[in-house]
């Protein structure tokens, strides 16, 4: 019997070239070693479909992935405890469950969210450097929850999708765009249908710069609107951000 | 003019042999690292004091050092931004400032905190693990509650101490035991006038112990009032032990 799993998986992307396989370039990546402990398990090659593509560095406390396998060997219920003790500490199944045939880790998505996680201290913290962005110059919180407001609904995001990007349909539907402030942590969550390369970076890059004071709240519409990358701020490197959830 | 300089040091652990240097070793400690940076800043030997020592793989977030020096040549003011652009990230000054001659690290140390950090979740969280001990197991976070209000006050807490330390007063004071939750992190803050060698690891190890119902929580008084080791839990592993504070 054909059975189709969904997994939940946790990582620290510190130490991988991102989620999906790069064929022959001998980079890790996540998508390989979920698939090389679940070809173990199987005994024959597994392929998984990942929600997210996330980039080198980028880490995950929500990804999810499914895989389809004929005579699965492994009770739905202990696939987390089987593949939690073959893979290595930086990544873990948070959950397993059997789905429809139908369900597919990337298309079936309704949701994701994003965090960006940010030190807002003069000084790094040690014990957050490899999960947070430091920001150490004074930023006004308030103006940047105005420019992260407008954010929401649907629009055309192409000013936040890197150059190069392949993908011809630029529009999205942010639904949440919330940021936290226990100080030092600034906490930037972000869900949307879908999301660009870089978007979420850039996002956060545009509103530091915004709390920053280098661009006024107001222009984060114009910025939208203009559809050019070039008046967004820089993408914020990979290390701050994490893939919380999937909805589906 | 001779200066007396007290600095405050957040360090991740992970990387290092604990606090104290271990000449000759070739292991590399904390000690080492802030003395090395400083003679560089000084062009001479500068040794430092340190509040506590911490073991290996223990962190810290407010940990306390000072150092003598004459024709110190760095303002006080830009301490720490001259060390910090010269130690490893995993090492940060939070703050640098002049003290009287006879202020001393530890011997004028009137209080110090530690924290011990647990993941209590089936799973372990990959961006947890390098400062949060994985306790799978369901603990009564109450019960755990009522055993650590027994180790306030003055006792003789030798049971606590690890074989082989040296110290012969093993009597200390607990001003504060405060364990809190917010699932799935659990953690122990300890205030005390002073900690034996490895005391807070062994009082977690005795808390989980009654957390999981080996040992009933009004046992801990019992334990205590043996002065025997072997009564009480095991050694938690060093990486979810963190110096928070230390007061003068």
Known sequence: MLKNIKLTVA????????????????????????????????????????????????????????????NWPVPTAKIHLAMNSLLPDDVAILKAEEVESEFHARFSAKAKTYRYSIYHHPVMSPLHRLYYYHEPRKLDIDIMK??????????DFKCFQSQGATVKDTIRTIYRAEITYEPPILLLELKGNGFLYNMVRIITGTLCNIGLGRTTWQQMEEIIKSKNRALAGVTAPPHGLSLKEVEY
Not at 149 to 155: F, K
């Open 11 to 70: 990582y620290d992307g510190t130490n991988y070239h991102g989620f999906q396989e790069q064929r022959g370039t001998g980079l890790i990546t996540i998508q390989e070693v979920l698939e090389s402990t679940l070809s173990r398990l199987a005994r024959k090659r597994i392929q998984v479909i990942g929600a997210g593509r996330t980039d080198a560095g980028v880490h995950a406390q929500g990804q999810v992935v499914n895989f389809r396998s004929e």
């Open 146 to 155: 105005k420019a992260a407001a407008l954010l929401l609904g649907t629009h």
